[in-house]
């Protein structure tokens, strides 16, 4: 696949994920105790054998920097690459940041107009989904299309957060609305609730065909239409203008796809992953996610009761612990008598050291841990924090959604504790 590029979008704000993206940006946020977002589109890529990859960056980038530098090298005989483009000032492209997903790739034509270059792949850097862009590609070629977007069969109720396409009896798209609002702007997009795919996928009463924001284009294509244009957005601005053009084909996708971009999508989707049979197994042994190899001891467990949960590297787990439906993230540290239900923990980025701890016990701040007796229930905690003796993280009174004291936020019900919060013993969530 040397004349394919992928261009992964790993640059915005994440401000519906906002305290996760706090102080790293979207792509950067830690998903299922040990792995990260961004885990997800490159090992998509490199399952499908694509390995010429860039990440294009912009805010708050430095974790994901280190996360991709320590993770994603290849030998030198592969020719396979995961390269950082961030937002620079240049002679050429000007010294203004990424303007939109489209501007953030027309900043970076130099590196898609190599030679050997035939096809670019675009994709998003915070879904959740496993996908063959290898199929993709075939059904590119064979339908002579200048630009293929891969959607997914949804019910018009779910329609409104997404771009919603049309297409005709070939699979070719010829109708779009950006985020449908009104009955009067679904209707033009609303698709045969019985119509089945030229590959056998069904809609199963679906009367509506979402955009994934996966986009192959013909290199050549893609150049006209950026150098052509001042468009910021390929979602917005050069889809539609595509479509008018060029010939635009649909590639039905038709397995689990969720986008990350709240605390409520992300908060379900962890917990989603503990079910008997999830929607998404991180455990396929022909298409692996990848994430970076870290050289951690095994998690040691004390008597306790644990049901329905998933536990990574490097945990210390005291006595007389209850551990239900939740995520425990890399090294984290939990006391005696501690109750976590409903919970995604992310878990810490080190061990602290005895100076570290003997600091925090000299001046009376928790170290760097679950404290004995605390209970955390339906919560996310971020990396990193201090949980003092006896701390409460329940919303069992439906307090409304903002920020609390000591670096607590809720948002759409969830109590999300923010990377490095500190919280004395006997803190309760008021």
Same mark, same amino acid.
């Given at each position: 696949?040397?004349?394919?590029i992928c261009l992964v979008l790993g640059g915005g704000r994440g401000t519906r994920l906002y305290?996760?993206?706090?102080?790293?940006?979207?792509?950067?946020?830690?998903?299922?105790?040990?792995?990260?977002?961004?885990?997800?589109?490159?090992?998509?890529?490199?399952?499908?054998?694509?390995?010429?990859?860039?990440?294009?960056?912009?805010?708050?980038?430095v974790s994901l920097h280190r996360h991709i530098r320590q993770t994603y090298r290849f030998d030198?005989?592969?020719?396979?690459?995961?390269?950082?483009?961030?937002?620079?000032?240049?002679?050429?492209?000007?010294?203004?940041?990424?303007?939109?997903?489209?501007?953030?790739?027309?900043?970076?034509?130099?590196?898609?107009?190599?030679?050997?270059?035939?096809?670019?792949?675009?994709?998003?850097?915070?879904?959740?989904?496993?996908?063959?862009?290898?199929?993709?590609?075939?059904?590119?070629?064979?339908?002579?299309?200048?630009?293929?977007?891969?959607?997914?069969?949804?019910?018009?109720?779910?329609?409104?957060?997404?771009?919603?396409?049309?297409?005709?009896?070939?699979?070719?798209?010829?109708?779009?609305?950006?985020?449908?609002?009104?009955?009067?702007?679904?209707?033009?997009?609303?698709?045969?609730?019985?119509?089945?795919?030229?590959?056998?996928?069904?809609?199963?009463?679906?009367?509506?065909?979402?955009?994934?924001?996966?986009?192959?284009?013909?290199?050549?294509?893609?150049?006209?239409? =950026?150098?052509? %244009?001042?468009?910021?957005? &390929?979602?917005? #601005?050069?889809? /539609?203008?595509?479509? @008018? +053009?060029?010939?635009?084909?649909?590639?039905?996708?038709?397995?689990?796809?969720?986008?990350?971009?709240?605390?409520?999508?992300?908060?379900?989707?962890?917990?989603?992953? =503990?079910?008997? %049979?999830?929607?998404?197994? &991180?455990?396929? #042994?022909?298409? /692996?996610?990848?994430? @970076? +190899?870290?050289?951690?001891?095994?998690?040691?467990?004390?008597?306790?009761?644990?049901?329905?949960?998933?536990?990574?590297?490097?945990?210390?787990?005291?006595?007389?612990?209850?551990?239900?439906?939740?995520?425990?993230?890399?090294?984290?540290?939990?006391?005696?008598?501690?109750?976590?239900?409903?919970?995604?923990?992310?878990?810490?980025?080190?061990?602290?050291?005895?100076?570290?701890?003997?600091?925090?016990?000299?001046?009376?701040?928790?170290?760097?841990?679950?404290?004995?007796?605390?209970?955390?229930?339906?919560?996310?905690?971020?990396?990193?924090?201090?949980?003092?003796?006896?701390?409460?993280?329940?919303?069992?009174?439906?307090?409304?959604?903002?920020?609390?004291?000591?670096?607590?936020?809720?948002?759409?019900?969830?109590?999300?504790?923010?990377?490095?919060?500190?919280?004395?013993?006997?803190?309760?969530?008021?």
């Amino acid at each position: 696949m040397r004349n394919v590029i992928c261009l992964v979008l790993g640059g915005g704000r994440g401000t519906r994920l906002y305290p996760l993206t706090k102080y790293r940006s979207k792509p950067a946020v830690p998903l299922a105790g040990k792995y990260r977002l961004i885990d997800i589109p490159l090992s998509n890529c490199l399952n499908s054998q694509m390995n010429r990859i860039y990440v294009l960056t912009q805010f708050m980038s430095v974790s994901l920097h280190r996360h991709i530098r320590q993770t994603y090298r290849f030998d030198h005989f592969s020719g396979g690459f995961v390269e950082l483009l961030a937002a620079q000032q240049t002679a050429s492209e000007g010294s203004d940041w990424y303007q939109g997903t489209a501007d953030a790739v027309r900043k970076n034509l130099r590196y898609i107009q190599q030679h050997g270059i035939e096809y670019v792949l675009i994709l998003s850097g915070d879904q959740l989904y496993r996908m063959d862009y290898r199929e993709m590609l075939d059904s590119h070629i064979e339908s002579g299309a200048d630009v293929s977007i891969a959607g997914l069969p949804v019910h018009s109720k779910d329609a409104s957060g997404l771009g919603i396409m049309k297409i005709d009896e070939t699979g070719r798209v010829n109708g779009f609305v950006e985020k449908p609002k009104t009955p009067e702007e679904l209707a033009h997009v609303r698709t045969d609730p019985a119509w089945i795919d030229a590959r056998g996928i069904q809609s199963n009463g679906r009367d509506c065909l979402a955009s994934m924001g996966n986009y192959l284009f013909n290199r050549d294509t893609l150049v006209e239409l =950026l150098e052509k %244009t001042d468009y910021q957005d &390929f979602g917005k #601005e050069i889809f /539609p203008a595509a479509i @008018r +053009a060029k010939k635009v084909q649909m590639h039905m996708f038709d397995s689990y796809w969720e986008d990350i971009g709240t605390i409520k999508a992300f908060y379900e989707s962890n917990l989603a992953t =503990l079910a008997p %049979t999830p929607p998404f197994e &991180f455990v396929e #042994e022909e298409a /692996p996610i990848f994430t @970076r +190899a870290r050289f951690l001891p095994p998690t040691m467990v004390m008597e306790g009761n644990f049901a329905n949960s998933m536990i990574a590297d490097g945990c210390q787990i005291g006595k007389g612990c209850t551990i239900k439906n939740s995520v425990i993230g890399l090294r984290s540290v939990i006391e005696e008598n501690v109750t976590i239900e409903d919970s995604v923990l992310m878990g810490c980025d080190y061990y602290a050291t005895r100076m570290e701890t003997e600091a925090d016990e000299s001046s009376g701040r928790p170290r760097m841990k679950i404290g004995s007796g605390s209970v955390i229930k339906g919560a996310i905690v971020d990396k990193n924090c201090h949980i003092g003796n006896n701390v409460r993280v329940v919303n069992s009174d439906n307090l409304p959604d903002k920020e609390y004291p000591e670096g607590v936020t809720i948002v759409d019900g969830i109590p999300v504790v923010e990377k490095g919060a500190c919280l004395p013993d006997g803190w309760t969530l008021t």
